[in-house]
T-cell receptor
Framework: DTAVSQTPKYLVTQMGNDKSIKCEQN?????MYWYKQDSKKFLKIMFS???????INETVPNRFSPKSPDKAHLNLHINSLELGDSAVYFC???????????????FGPGTRLTVL | SQQGEEDPQALSIQEGENATMNCSYK?????LQWYRQNSGRGLVHLIL?????REKHSGRLRVTLDTSKKSSSLLITASRAADTASYFC????????????FGKGTMLLVSP
């Protein structure tokens, strides 16, 4: 069984469109994350949710809006897509994630977004 | 801001040789983790070392942590072609909500 799954795996779309990426984890974890990995493989945290509540929101344009309908899901909606949004987006989850907790993170397979 | 910096950026070795990757970071940490990423895949957690630990082993992996130098190393012994991947260190900040800050990674190529 897949622990952290993302859909779609590939997404090719035009500038200006709105798109969503879905993430689900079946590990029973409390915390979920979205990361962006650029073409140079640099991985940067975007958002973190703990028990459906937003706890980390890095400097991300407000065109990006995460939504967590329940602990097992964290979706990412992107409005008005721009060329610079092209990247691989990874969802991850961890058991902990609270203050001063130790947590290893489990990553999904990634969604490769290409904006034309 | 970027926390971990891996060195070297790329490493090419023969099967059976050892591979050593280094990571330096800037601020105080709760723990440091190493992840592997195979081409086109997500990251896989390898090992976590806490700030009060100096060395940890897991199978063919050996991780050291020197908090006075703010550095860590990952040693893979007796490497195999299947070890070919990118390796990232990630630091978990000392205060606040747990969050990982990743370096740019070391690309390891193990040739048969």
């Amino acid at each position: 069984d897949t622990a952290v799954s993302q859909t779609p795996k590939y997404l090719v779309t035009q500038m200006g469109n709105d798109k969503s990426i879905k993430c689900e984890q079946n590990l029973g974890h409390d915390t979920m994350y979205w990361y962006k990995q650029d073409s140079k493989k640099f991985l940067k945290i975007m958002f973190s949710y703990n028990n459906k509540e937003l706890i980390i929101n890095e400097t991300v344009p407000n065109r990006f809006s995460p939504k967590s309908p329940d602990k097992a899901h964290l979706n990412l909606h992107i409005n008005s897509l721009e060329l610079g949004d092209s990247a691989v987006y990874f969802c991850a989850s961890s058991q902990g994630g609270g203050v001063n907790s130790y947590n290893e993170q489990f990553f999904g397979p990634g969604t490769r977004l290409t904006v034309l | 801001s970027q926390q971990g910096e891996e060195d070297p950026q790329a490493l090419s070795i023969q099967e059976g040789e050892n591979a050593t990757m280094n990571c330096s970071y800037k601020t105080s940490i709760n723990n440091l983790q190493w992840y592997r990423q195979n081409s086109g895949r997500g990251l896989v957690h390898l090992i976590l070392i806490r700030s009060n630990e100096r060395e940890k082993h897991s199978g063919r992996l050996r991780v050291t942590l020197d908090t006075s130098k703010k550095s860590s190393s990952l040693l893979i012994t007796a490497s195999r072609a299947a070890d070919t991947a990118s390796y990232f260190c990630a630091t978990d900040a000392k205060s606040g909500y747990s969050t990982l800050t990743f370096g740019k990674g070391t690309m390891l190529l193990v040739s048969p």
